[in-house]
Structure formats: structure tokens, C-alpha cells
């Protein structure tokens, strides 16, 4: 298994980065958050990835704090603009805001959140106006279902697009069906989002619960969670941005880079949590 990810690009990341997600909303947690980010820096996971929309902005001010001393350019720095302000009148500021809180002059990639209102083509007019002016190097798109693919791809400039960042784990393997051949044939990596597991409890309460799981992390000498990132990884053309909140849960997190899945492991796998047969709607968490 290969341990990076190539973008249309040709900027090359590892499979593994951060995500920040519920970061910046407890000050009490500040501290703790800025730390985990820099033993990610530390241990290799450069590319970090938050929006305007954690913590209205807070999530990018730690990304900033956590960030302050360390070379630009060992970085791969992504965010996320709103639907309601990626359009002409909004983007721009918008934009600004995001490097502001960030403190730094430009970023990696920039992502529409998830379609919006706010047409697609003036999106990705903005997004091309934004890499001449110095502010992006490249654009992405999040939450985009195979539809919204085929229309991105349309556009002027669509082709353009970097990445789709999409909810995806090992109970929850929807975009199997149909949108990640999609994303493949044209060369398109995925980042997948709660690649451990999402917000449901009792989804959580089946994978922790599942015997082949906790045989298999035992037999491999490695937690649930390494297993569950080792899985995503696996993926082709796939990087995973798990939040962690402590440097503990960072190291943690490390180390599933190194996993190395058999063949029989991921067809025990399969079948515990198999992919729907059928096409389902994209989930958004």
C-alpha cells in the first residue's frame, strides 16, 4: 500500500493528515488542540484541514496558533468556505478571513463546504480568480455526489478541481458504489472525513462490538481506531483527516500509517461491513 496520495497537480501528501473538526469550541481545550496539531507536525502529518464553519472561525485561529513556527512550506494547509458566501460578492472576504485566522499568505486548497445556492460556475470562477491573485494554490469541493461531480467536470475550469471530501469509514462505505469509481477515472483523490466512525452511537457501539474487528486488531498487536484508519488508507487515492484532540491520540493515530492490511483481512472485513450493493445518498455528517 502506498503511503501517499497524488493530487491532478502533482503535489504528493500523505495518506494520513488532520482534521479539526469541533476544534477551537472550548477554550478550556485550546491548549491541548494546539499541541496535538504540532506532534502531528512533528510526526510528518502536514496536511491540516478546517473550515470557516468550525467554531464560526475558532478552529482556524488554533490551526494559526499551532502553525506559528513552522516552515510554510512543510505545510499542506486546506480549508472550507461556506455555500452562502462562495459566490462573487462574499468569497473574496471570505477568503481573506480564513488566511487571517490562519496567518498565512495563502492555502494549499480551498473547498466549497458542500453545494449551495450560489451558482457552481461562479464558484469555480472565483476559486481560478483566487489562484491568480496568490491567495490558493488549488481548489477542491466537499460533500459532492456523483451529480455534482458530472456538473463540476462540465465547467469552465471544473477540471480544475483537486479533491472531494466526502464522510467515509468502514461502516459507512456508500460512495463504493458509484462515486468512488468516478473520483478514480478522472484522477480525483478522496479525503475522507470521520474515517474512524461518525456521529452515531450505535453504529459505533456494532464496530466496537464486532468480533472480526477486535480478532483482528488483536491478532495485529493494534488498536480499533489504527484499524479503522488502516482501512481508509487502504483505499485507493484516498487520504484520512481524523481529528484528535490530545498529542496521545496524534501518536496513536501515526502509527496506523505503518499498518499493513492482508488480503484475508480486508475480505473479513468486507464481510462484517460490507458496501451496499446499491447506490445510497451520500451522507453528510
Given at each position: 500500500m502506498?503511503?501517499?496520495?497524488?493530487?491532478?497537480?502533482?503535489?504528493?501528501?500523505l495518506?494520513?493528515?488532520?482534521?479539526?473538526?469541533r476544534m477551537?469550541?472550548?477554550d478550556?481545550?485550546?491548549?491541548?488542540?494546539i499541541?496535538?496539531?504540532?506532534?502531528?507536525?512533528?510526526n510528518?502529518?502536514?496536511?491540516?484541514?478546517?473550515?470557516?464553519?468550525?467554531?464560526?472561525?475558532?478552529a482556524?485561529?488554533v490551526?494559526?496558533?499551532a502553525?506559528?513556527?513552522?516552515?510554510?512550506d512543510?505545510?499542506?494547509?486546506v480549508?472550507?468556505?461556506?455555500?452562502?458566501n462562495?459566490g462573487?460578492?462574499r468569497m473574496?472576504?471570505?477568503?481573506?478571513?480564513t488566511?487571517?485566522?490562519?496567518?498565512?499568505?495563502?492555502?494549499d486548497?480551498?473547498?466549497?463546504h458542500?453545494?449551495?445556492n450560489?451558482?457552481?460556475?461562479?464558484?469555480?470562477?472565483?476559486?481560478?480568480?483566487?489562484?491568480?491573485?496568490?491567495?490558493?494554490?488549488?481548489?477542491?469541493v466537499?460533500?459532492?455526489?456523483?451529480?455534482?461531480?458530472?456538473?463540476?467536470?462540465s465547467l469552465?475550469?471544473g477540471?480544475?478541481?483537486?479533491?472531494?471530501?466526502?464522510l467515509?469509514?468502514?461502516?459507512?462505505r456508500?460512495?463504493?458504489?458509484v462515486?468512488h469509481?468516478y473520483?478514480?477515472e478522472n484522477?480525483?483523490?478522496?479525503?475522507a472525513y470521520c474515517?474512524i466512525?461518525?456521529?452515531?452511537?450505535?453504529?459505533k457501539?456494532k464496530?466496537?462490538?464486532s468480533?472480526i474487528i477486535n480478532n483482528?486488531?488483536e491478532?495485529k498487536?493494534i488498536?480499533?481506531v489504527?484499524?479503522?484508519l488502516?482501512f481508509?488508507?487502504h483505499?485507493?487515492?484516498?487520504?484520512?483527516?481524523?481529528?484528535?484532540?490530545?498529542?496521545?491520540?496524534?501518536?496513536?493515530?501515526?502509527k496506523?500509517?505503518?499498518?499493513?492490511l492482508?488480503?484475508?483481512e480486508i475480505?473479513?472485513?468486507?464481510?462484517?461491513?460490507?458496501?451496499?450493493?446499491?447506490?445510497?445518498?451520500?451522507?453528510?455528517?
Amino acid at each position: 500500500m502506498s503511503k501517499t496520495i497524488t493530487f491532478p497537480n502533482g503535489r504528493e501528501v500523505l495518506k494520513l493528515g488532520q482534521g479539526t473538526w469541533r476544534m477551537g469550541e472550548d477554550d478550556n481545550k485550546r491548549h491541548d488542540e494546539i499541541e496535538a496539531l504540532r506532534t502531528g507536525i512533528d510526526n510528518g502529518l502536514t496536511l491540516i484541514d478546517t473550515a470557516e464553519m468550525y467554531a464560526e472561525g475558532k478552529a482556524e485561529e488554533v490551526v494559526g496558533d499551532a502553525i506559528k513556527h513552522v516552515d510554510r512550506d512543510d505545510l499542506f494547509l486546506v480549508s472550507k468556505v461556506y455555500p452562502t458566501n462562495a459566490g462573487e460578492e462574499r468569497m473574496f472576504d471570505s477568503c481573506e478571513k480564513t488566511l487571517q485566522r490562519m496567518g498565512v499568505d495563502e492555502l494549499d486548497l480551498y473547498l466549497l463546504h458542500w453545494p449551495g445556492n450560489v451558482p457552481l460556475q461562479e464558484t469555480v470562477d472565483c476559486f481560478e480568480e483566487l489562484k491568480r491573485q496568490g491567495k490558493i494554490r488549488d481548489w477542491g469541493v466537499s460533500n459532492f455526489d456523483l451529480e455534482n461531480m458530472q456538473e463540476l467536470l462540465s465547467l469552465r475550469n471544473g477540471e480544475n478541481c483537486q479533491t472531494n471530501q466526502v464522510l467515509y469509514h468502514l461502516a459507512s462505505r456508500g460512495i463504493e458504489v458509484v462515486l468512488h469509481d468516478y473520483m478514480k477515472e478522472n484522477n480525483i483523490p478522496i479525503m475522507a472525513y470521520c474515517p474512524i466512525i461518525g456521529q452515531e452511537p450505535d453504529l459505533k457501539d456494532k464496530v466496537y462490538n464486532s468480533p472480526i474487528i477486535n480478532n483482528i486488531a488483536e491478532n495485529k498487536g493494534i488498536s480499533i481506531v489504527q484499524l479503522l484508519l488502516a482501512f481508509v488508507m487502504h483505499q485507493e487515492q484516498m487520504t484520512a483527516i481524523p481529528k484528535a484532540g490530545s498529542s496521545e491520540h496524534v501518536l496513536q493515530n501515526r502509527k496506523a500509517l505503518d499498518i499493513e492490511l492482508t488480503d484475508e483481512e480486508i475480505n473479513l472485513l468486507n464481510e462484517a461491513f460490507p458496501a451496499p450493493e446499491k447506490r445510497v445518498p451520500l451522507r453528510i455528517q
